[in-house]
Structures are given as structure tokens and as C-alpha cells.
């Protein structure tokens, strides 16, 4: 009997939404879906993982897990993987999930295969798909480790409903701590969606001219009531108008939104290689030969300044 | 302070990607290689972290061809002090066999860092780091786009979705590098010279799986699904009607 343990994640003691993902990911791998969270309680909103089809709701607690614990928790995970017989272990491709997944596939003795965009089985060996070489090539991979380790890229696997009634356990575990202690999380502004997470990302490029014409972008993510989030290009981000955080690209974030927006952005290949994934994408642009018009789905080409507040105006009618 | 700094010889990202004939793999034939970019965050904290102690050594670990000797002089341009090739032609597309031989290799040094880029350009795997510091027993945090030591402590900082993580950690530990940590600089013509005098050590390794052990088996390389080609709505706002109703009839995303 295959056996899946999907690691998924809480902040604050509250599910984080892309466990869904994670269970619903875990589930292509056939057989029996154990979700397992680790934090210092109840975990709001885990309960509700048995909607994506997890059988068994596992709840590791140790007073360390109220914050991200790396070692602690790679340690807690690694003995659940290994007592529990499972034939893959799926984590997120998150900030924590990019952390944690290498440490557990070490503690384990196995191969890892991060941040994949497909997966399942064939002749029962678990494969996967990753972008490699900036998104310009698929890798697909066997993994044959016991367990398969796995993490997979965030908004790209579309949580599906299998209702089912999961069972829950909760676990205490006494693991230490370990030596690599969160202090403190500084949050970027309330209400901010984070770019990797958004369903929409609405990116500027140097064609914003300068950088309080963000404001324009933030209206028209304002119009989409909370699903969108502001993204930036390397160029804007290296001349100090938007924070790293928001920089789609190689050296910055991967996204796959539902529907991302480039607006001023020539479209360099290492900005490409951020958002290459993402399942619509739009231009907006003032010369018709940028390479942004290549990927795009869509394309308008005019001056930002007068398409974007004309979309926002669409956009609010449709939202009403 | 004594600082190692493991290093990665990557495709540079303006590569135009060709598949080899095996289908598994990249057709090097006219690609330019260069320092992984994040390595390069991670060679300068290192310079930088020795010259603030006024004291110790930066060195430079890579596994990779022997071209990529020319890899670790770029390092060695930067201001390291040696470096050490760990010699294989091929790189394994398993992250954690690439661990293994530098953990190998790193064990026998006394290091108050251990330094990588957050991941390289090619593989995207964002591994390695961490999995030596589970190999050594070290403390690690990665992806830190801030870091302070102070004696042995470190205080780093992370991105994480919607804020910055504040992490405590000892030294020794592993730390990879993400965009932010420092502006890495430019080798100086100097520099390059007294490269080329610098001691670089040239080990073999065999680099695969043991037997009976599980890791990853490439199937294959092949190019990303084509986008269909994209259509161009109009000009201007006057466009915008159009735009919104094709997003919302024929892709669905509204």
C-alpha cells in the first residue's frame, strides 16, 4: 500500500493556504494521504484538509514549533517518515518548505527533487518535472530514493476537492529545539499578498518612469479585492523603488499566478525565467518589438499610464 | 576567521538552452560558463567577514569538469585565497551526491563558515548547502539576504512569504547566500594576476550513487511546452474593453 506524508504548514497557529496544494499534489501519488503539520497546538483550519483528500490529519506539537524550528522540526518530520513506512514525502516549495525539504531528504539519506511542477508515478517510481536553466527546459526525473522526497512549486498544483472524512491525531514530540532559533518575524505591511502566493501578479518594469507611479499598479491590484499582489522587475528593484521581496525573476522570485500582468517590462530572459510558469500572462508595452510580446497571451501596446487606469476602471465594474 | 565557500560553474543565463543528442542533457557546444550568480553574493560575504577579522582564509570548494578551475580563479580574482577543485565530469542531477563529496572533503577543515549561493541557475536544486550542513552536524540557515556575526553568534535574516524571518544561530554554521547580503565586487586586474599564482588543488572524485541507494535518475531534457502564440489585443486604453472580455471568455481568469 502506497503511503504519502504531505508536510504542510501553519503560521500563528493558522493552516497556511498552500497546504492545500501540498495534500492535493501528495494525492497524484496515489494510495493513502497523511497530512502532518508541525506547531505548538490546535492548528486552525487543518481540519479541513480532509476536503483535499487526506485520510489522517497529523499534528506534531512541541513548544519549540510555535515559529519555524528548522532543526527541530527536519528532526520531528524525519522520524514520522521514516516509523511511518511512507513511499514519498511532499513538502511545499514555500520559503520554509525550500529549507526544510533538503534537511528531512538528508536526515533521511535520500535524493530530493525541489520545486516540481508535475508528478506522479510510472511503473510504480514516483517521476517529476522541474524547470531547469532559467525555465528554458524541462527536467523530468525518476525518484527512486525510499522515501521520494519531493517539494512542489507553489499556485501550480490547483487544490482539488475529494471530500472525505480525515481522521485527526495529535502527537507531542519532545525533539529539541536545535540550534537555529526564529527571533522574530518583521511583516510586510497588513494586506499585503505576498507575489509567490498571489493568484494575480501585476509586475512594473522601468517603463514606470519612476516610483511613485507604482501607485497605478496598486490600484489596479486593489481592484481585484485582495487576490493580487504587486511584483517588480530586477531593473526597478536595483535602482531602489521596490523591495527585493517583490522582484520576480532569477534572482528573485518564482510565480505562477493565475494570471500575471507585465506592465513596462521589456521582458529579459531572467525575468522570463520568474514568471514563465504562470497560466496567463499580459503585456502592456509602449514598443510593439519588446520580447514581453513573445510570452505574452495578451498583449496591448500603448502607454501604461493611460491602458492600466483604464483597466483598473474594467476590472472595478466587474468586481462591482 | 577561516571561511569555505563552495561554488558551482553554471551555464550563464543568456544561454540559448540546446539538448544534447541523448535527450537528457544540455549541448555545451559554444555555452559561456561563469560563477553561479549567488555564489558570487557568497564569495564577497566571505572577503568581506576576513577582512573585518583581519585574520584567517577564504577557500574556495567547487565540484565540477576541470574547466571549471577557470571557475574558481574568477573566485580567486575576487580576493579568496585558494581553492580546491573537486574533479568530476559529470555532474549528478542529485543534489545530495554533490553534498556528500563536499562534506567529504570539508570534515577535515576547521571553519567558522561555510558558504554557498542559495542555488545555482542551472538545476535550480537549492539543496546542496543545506544538506552538508545536515552531513556535518552544523547549524545552517538559508537564503539569508542579511547577516551579522558577532563572536559566535550570527543573527540572519530571510525572506519569507509576507515578512522577514529574524534567525539566531552559533558558529560554526552553514549559511547560503540569497540577493542583498552585499554588492560582490568586480575582480581587479590585479586580482586576476595574483589568481593565477594562487594555489588551486585538484582532487578526482567519483561522484554516483552506491549501490541498493535511491536518488534521481534523469528521464529526460526537453524544451518547456510551447506558449501558444500570443495575440496583441490592440493599442491603448481603447484596447481594454477587448482585453477584459478575452480574459474573461476565452481564458477564464476573471
Known sequence: MTMILAVVEQRDGTLRKISHEVVTSAHRLGGSVDALVCAAGPVKGADQLGKFGADKIVTLTNAAFAKYAPEGMAQAIAERAKSGGYTAVVFAASATGKDLAPRVAAKLGVALAGDVTDVGVEGGVVVATRPVYAGKALLKVKVTGQPAVLSVRPNVFTPVERPKAGTAETVATAVPAGRVAVREIKAA?????????????????????????????????????????????????????????DQVGQTGKTVSPTLYIAVGISGAIQHLAGMRTSKVIVAINKDKDAPIFKVADYGVVGDLFEVVPKLTEEIKKLHG | MNIAVCIKRVPDSETRVKIASDGKSLDEAGVKFVLNPYDEFAVEEALQRKEKAGSGEVAIFCVGPAAAQETIRTALAMGADRGVLLQSEKIPADGYITAQALAAELKAGKWDLILFGKMAIDDYNQQVGPMVAELLGLPCVTAAAHLEIDGAKGVAEREIEGGIEVVEFPLPAVVTADKGLNEPRYPALKGIMAAKKKPLDVKPVQLGPREGEGGIEIVALTPPPQRKDGKIVGEGAAAVPELVRLLREEAKVL
Open chain 1, 189 to 245: 505591511e497588513a494586506g499585503t499578498l505576498d507575489v509567490a502566493e498571489a493568484q494575480i501578479v501585476i509586475s512594473g518594469g522601468r517603463g514606470l518612469k519612476e516610483p511613485a507611479n507604482f501607485k497605478v499598479l496598486e490600484e489596479l491590484a486593489r481592484a481585484f479585492g485582495g487576490q493580487a499582489a504587486v511584483g517588480a522587475s530586477r531593473a526597478v528593484v536595483d535602482a531602489g523603488w521596490r523591495a527585493h521581496a
